[in-house]
């Protein structure tokens, strides 16, 4: 589905990302790790086009859309999450839900003020699923600004999700949450994928990343050192070294 082509991303002398080739299947969900700054929070803003390559390709589903902008790349079926939550604070949980639904058809057919605040029937049944999934169905005319952390990344997988995509990019989704919350994200993610989505997930928590991974892609310094699953990752002399400082004996 998504296939990274010899990558790159060159910041003046700073290469981000450089020379990262890799493949991510179809109903996989596919971790990429690394240690702080390697390259992970810039390959998904490759991905999702809130960057360009300095070279190489990024391919989906046989399509070259490196050079697209993110809406358009959008509406090829991408959706991502954010490593910092970025939300609307003073709208409501249904309203930022109903921001993902950007369809031009609707669009031409509704008034403004129906579609603000109620969304057509189809849209109403989408963004309720979302809701139910996410738990805040009993929420849904909370401000973001008024929910829980946790309840903010919910929001914010939720409203990812409401786009219908068929690739979904998670830039760290555990960051700051306790035990349970990772437990049911965990949950969560295997829905998603259980429900024909393909996930790409960066995460630092290595017990969800082993867990819930089919694969796992390893940076070091914007290159990459290691592909394969969760087993040959974590034995990997090359990722020891870039996590501990050392190869394992």
């Known amino acids: 589905m998504l296939e990274l082509r010899q990558l790159c991303k060159h910041f003046g002398g700073v290469r981000a990302v450089d020379q990262v080739s890799l493949r991510v299947a179809k109903g996989e969900i596919f971790g990429l790790i690394g240690p702080n700054g390697s390259g992970k929070s810039t ?9 360009l390559p300095t070279s190489g390709r990024i391919v989906l589903d046989g399509e070259d859309i490196s050079s697209l902008a993110t809406h358009q790349r959008v509406a090829r079926g991408i959706a991502r999450t954010f ?10 949980v249904w309203q930022n839900l109903w921001v993902a639904e950007n369809r031009d058809r609707q669009q031409r057919a509704q008034p403004v003020m129906p579609r603000w605040f109620w969304g057509c029937e189809g849209d109403r ?6 809701l139910e999934f996410s738990g805040l169905a009993h929420k849904r005319d909370d401000l973001a600004a008024n929910l829980s952390f946790g309840e903010q990344r ?14 979904l990019l998670l830039d760290e989704p555990a960051a700051g949450m306790n035990a349970q919350e990772i437990e049911e994200l965990d949950a969560r993610i295997r829905r998603i994928r259980d429900a024909g989505v393909t996930v790409l997930l960066i995460e630092h928590h290595m017990e969800l990343v082993m867990a819930v991974t089919d ?6 310094f914007g290159q990459k050192i290691a592909e394969g699953s969760p ?12 996590y501990l400082g050392t190869a394992a004996a």
Request: zero cysteines; a positive charge; hydrophobic letters at 50%.
């Open 215 to 220: 694969r796992i892609g390893v940076l070091n």
């Open 154 to 167: 919910r929001l914010e997988l939720a409203r990812a999700l409401a786009s219908q995509p068929k690739l």
């Open 125 to 130: 049944e989408r963004l309720g699923i979302a």
């Open 43 to 51: 390959t998904v803003n490759l991905i999702a086009g809130l960057l």
């Open 231 to 242: 087993a040959m990752v974590q034995n990997d002399a090359k990722v020891r070294e870039a």
């Open 83 to 92: 490593q910092n939550i970025r939300l609307f604070g003073q709208l409501t």
